[in-house]
């Protein structure tokens, strides 16, 4: 059978210089597996995305545009250990369900997917047990946590008066039925997520979407970078003055500085030792004798695959050191003395040894 190109499903991510993200993996759901083999959309899988064609009629229309609208489900699933440290997972971490989605996205030949979360429901036969205006029941399945009365209804007695803050219970207006009537409720609960799943996809396609484009449509899974203060630790046997000991983005240009690094940032530990410094305190105790001072950074940086390479350190008007490696993900401290909102996450750090002779 002839095929066209229909669609891409891309992960993009900042942290790689193309946005080409290879750190999760997209499978269909059973169900849309089944789906598309009736409907002939073939996925052909690659590193950072899954591109599906559309089996033609004769006529060279998709058979799937027949059945539209068509309900697409897939799963992403982490592939590589380091994602967690270069994502700002922030978003996802405040869906229940997270779900990325085309549903109130404007038609596009490329469309950021909006994130949100997938609901569930349930429905119960209750009976009352003492028909009044508020009569309370325990839920067989506990409502989920925050829910409202007006996300619950009721067929066959009155209204929801109240549910409980912890979703076990339900208050209803009961005075219009008889004592040992039953009636059913349907209440939000807290939907099941796949195994090892990190967020899931669901695709609306209509007529429009399942017709083949001289250029297939991009539904894109936008993920954002992750942002952490950066703090250099200097072991130096120096003993002069340090006020003019500096980190510098010596990138040439006057493009803003990726990073910067101000005076009252800096900190000599070994005059000012601080006990919220882990890492601090630990290069003190294996360095004694020696100054250990801390640079940290003026704000967040967001995480990125080529390294800033023009870091420098230097001491006036002479470099000391030049191409200052960068902090590595996952490598960080918690730093609680310092003014926030550096003091509110994990600060990634470098250790610098710089001992003259």
């Given at each position: 059978m002839p095929a066209a190109a229909?669609?891409?499903?891309?992960?993009?991510?900042?942290?790689?210089?193309?946005?080409?993200?290879?750190?999760?993996?997209?499978?269909?759901?059973?169900?849309?597996?089944?789906l598309m083999r009736r409907l002939k959309l073939t996925p052909k899988i690659f590193a950072d995305h899954v591109s599906v064609y559309a089996g033609l009629t004769?006529?060279?229309?998709?058979?799937?545009?027949?059945?539209?609208?068509?309900?697409?489900?897939?799963?992403?699933?982490?592939?590589?250990?380091?994602?967690?440290?270069?994502?700002?997972?922030?978003?996802?971490?405040?869906?229940i369900a997270p779900l990325f989605t085309n549903a109130g996205v404007a038609t596009a030949d490329t469309m950021n997917l909006r994130l949100t979360t997938r609901t569930a429901s349930t429905t119960q036969t209750l009976v009352s047990v003492a028909s009044s205006?508020?009569?309370?029941?325990?839920?067989?399945?506990?409502?989920?946590?925050?829910?409202?009365?007006?996300?619950v209804s009721v067929s066959g007695a009155g209204a929801v008066k109240a549910v409980s803050p912890d979703g076990r219970a339900v208050t209803i207006d009961t005075s219009g039925i008889a004592k040992g009537a039953s009636f059913q409720i349907t209440y939000p609960v807290r939907p099941t997520r796949p195994p090892e799943t990190l967020a899931e996809v669901a695709l609306t396609l209509d007529a429009g979407l399942l017709t083949p484009a001289a250029l297939p449509r991009g539904f894109i899974i936008p993920f954002a970078a992750d942002a952490s203060f950066w703090a250099y630790y200097v072991v130096m046997n120096f003993g002069g003055d340090i006020s003019t000991l500096r980190i510098v983005d010596a990138t040439p240009g006057n493009a803003p500085r990726a990073i910067s690094f101000a005076d009252?940032?800096?900190?000599?530990?070994?005059?000012?030792?601080?006990?919220?410094?882990?890492a601090g305190q630990d290069l003190l105790r294996?360095?004694?004798?020696?100054?250990?001072?801390?640079?940290?950074?003026?704000?967040?940086?967001?995480?990125?695959?080529?390294?800033?390479?023009?870091?420098?350190?230097?001491?006036?008007?002479?470099?000391?050191?030049?191409?200052?490696?960068?902090?590595?993900?996952?490598h960080f401290v918690a730093l609680r003395n310092v003014p926030a909102p550096a003091s509110n996450g994990p600060v990634l750090y470098q250790v610098l040894t710089l001992l003259s002779n």
């Open positions: 229909l669609f891409d499903l891309r992960i993009t991510h900042p942290f790689y210089t193309d946005t080409r993200c290879g750190d999760l993996s997209i499978a269909a759901t059973p169900d849309t597996d089944a004769g006529r060279g229309t998709a058979v799937a545009a027949a059945a539209a609208p068509v309900s697409l489900g897939f799963v992403l699933r982490l592939n590589r250990g380091e994602f967690p440290l270069i994502t700002d997972l922030s978003s996802l971490s405040a869906q205006a508020a009569e309370t029941f325990a839920l067989p399945a506990s409502a989920l946590p925050g829910a409202v009365p007006a996300e009252n940032r800096r900190t000599d530990l070994s005059q000012t030792p601080d006990t919220g410094d882990a294996r360095n004694p004798g020696r100054r250990v001072i801390r640079f940290l950074s003026d704000a967040a940086v967001p995480a990125r695959e080529i390294p800033l390479s023009q870091l420098e350190l230097h001491l006036g008007d002479v470099k000391l050191a030049g191409n200052l490696s960068n902090p590595q993900p996952g």
